[in-house]
């Protein structure tokens, strides 16, 4: 079970990673916590990272093997670890749990805030399935924003909200991942072709694509010194 749990995480754990310890950052940044009360805290970051990043993942990939039998082969369902059934077992027990952990653990807001997520996940990956290039991107820098509400509510026992105080920097995440998320695409172009997925890469010519690399490099760039500028 451990390795089936490792492979079907791994892909996307650093991102859920990011998300995680950046909001447990922000929150000893802005509102200075114990060694006991930051434990606590790393606990339930720990805890609310891997939850989001189960749930994410089974929903995806219960919902599209075959996109990992040709990108992802090491994923549960391709390498044979679990059935398409079992994972969809997967699934539905950890959407029905999770919000009802949440709600006991943490209250109504974090479990709503839990449920929005889900809810992006269904229309994005399962159906009615908007997943052009520009939801891609937005699904990416949407989940963030939710999920740092989500850890917001979560973190709110150990201190006052800084949700107020941390807009700013979700904004700037907001649009960096709208912007760059793409660049995942780089590295998935065949087997996104023979699953005819529509992402950005995708609809351009061999030139085209080369612009849109060079883009981005130039983007990342100018943005980071744009925001080291303002920062300091």
């Not at 990939?61 to 079992?86: H, M, V």
């Not at 805030?113 to 949407?142: D, E, G, K, T």
């Not at 920097?169 to 996104?192: C, K, N, P, R, S």
Request: charged share 15%.
């Amino acid at each position: 079970e451990m390795d089936v749990t490792m492979r079907l995480l791994k892909s996307n754990a650093g991102g859920f990673a990011f998300i995680s310890i950046s909001g447990l950052l922000t929150r000893a940044i802005l509102s200075p916590m114990s060694m006991t009360e930051t434990a606590v805290s790393t606990f339930k970051v720990v805890m609310i990272g891997f939850l989001c990043n189960y749930i994410f993942d089974i929903a995806n990939q219960a919902s599209s093997p075959l996109e990992d039998y040709l990108n992802k082969p090491y994923r549960p369902i391709p390498a044979g670890l679990i059935s398409l059934d079992q994972a969809k077992a997967r699934w539905i027990l950890t959407w029905t749990l999770g919000p009802v952990i949440i709600y006991y653990s943490f209250g109504l807001w974090a479990a709503l805030h839990l449920l929005h997520f889900q809810i992006l996940i269904w229309v994005c990956y399962v159906w009615p399935r908007w997943y052009s290039w520009f939801m891609r991107n937005y699904f990416a820098a949407v989940s963030y924003f939710i999920l740092s509400r989500l850890l917001n509510q979560v973190l709110l026992a150990n201190g006052p909200s800084v949700q107020g105080n941390n807009i700013c920097i979700d904004a700037i995440v907001f649009f960096w991942l709208m912007a760059t998320i793409h660049i995942q695409e780089f590295y998935d172009l065949e087997g996104d072709r023979k699953s005819d997925r529509k992402t950005l890469p995708m609809l351009l010519c061999d030139k085209g694509l080369k612009v849109l690399r060079a883009g981005t490099s130039i983007f990342i760039i100018a943005f980071s010194l744009g925001v080291l500028v303002v920062g300091g």
